[in-house]
């Protein structure tokens, strides 16, 4: 976070029993300290040049690119932390890291900290620091040599095979075939009969709505899922 000038004229007390100011999503304090306020919206999500910090979320066309490590040569492709929803991130531009927004609710949260930022998503000590992470952030990656090994057999055995079972029970449809049936990490080193027994232990009512998932929409593979403290920017503002 950059060194910024405290808004004395705009500083309040009785919301945090601590001299603040708020700033759109942000709060600063005259201590130095500035967090991501507890609830932020949508407008809230853009650049606080004040503190070189920008709140996005990780489907914004204003996401920069994100890297694993810091010497941005792994980059984070946007289907890894986009999968299954987005993640509203606090990207610090001066230190080029960025961190999740959590709440107080994740009990991976520090918890010295002072009762005035005891609710802040997240939050800086002082200028020229990392943030504090509050949560982590996911990174799911998608394993190839998984696909490459089940797709096969799914697509040329297995689905077929589900067809003419769905066939069969077509006048009980349940008409709530949404997304993809995620495949089964254990489906590695099954064979074709044995991954459709493992489809049909389910419930009768549970198999009707996985059968039509299926047939409707197909499957979607298994992903390694990572979290991390930070990920990192080449620093481009």
């Known amino acids: 976070m950059k060194k910024f000038k405290f808004d004395h004229q705009a500083k309040a007390w009785d919301r ?29 999500r853009r650049m606080y040049d004040d503190y ?14 994100l890297y694993l490590d810091k010497e941005c040569t792994e980059p984070v492709k946007k289907a890894w932390i986009t999968h299954h929803g987005m993640q509203e991130l606090a990207i610090d531009h001066e230190q080029n890291v960025a961190v999740v927004l959590k709440g107080r609710q994740h009990q991976n949260k520090p918890m010295y900290l002072g009762s005035h930022v005891h609710h802040a998503l997240a ?3 002082g200028a020229e620091r990392l943030p504090v992470p509050m949560g982590m952030i996911k990174v799911q990656t998608p394993n190839p040599e998984y696909k490459k090994i089940v797709s096969p057999i799914l697509i040329n055995e297995v689905i077929p095979a589900i067809v003419a079972i ?8 349940t008409y709530q075939a949404t997304g993809k049936y995620i495949a089964k990490e254990t489906w590695l080193d099954s064979s074709s009969q044995e991954i459709v027994a493992d489809i049909c232990t389910a419930s009768d009512w549970q198999l009707r709505s996985d059968l039509q998932q299926i047939v409707w929409n197909g499957f979607e593979y298994p992903r390694t899922t990572t979290k991390v403290d930070y990920l990192y920017t080449k620093g481009e503002r």
């Open 16 to 44: 945090f029993q601590a001299f603040h100011a708020t700033n759109g999503g942000m709060v600063e304090f005259d201590t130095g300290e500035v967090m991501v306020k507890s609830y932020i919206q949508q407008y809230d």
């Open 52 to 65: 070189g910090i920008q709140l996005v979320a990780t489907t914004d066309k204003e996401c920069p690119q």
């Open 123 to 125: 939050y800086w000590s």
């Open 166 to 173: 769905y066939k069969m029970q077509q006048k009980k449809q």
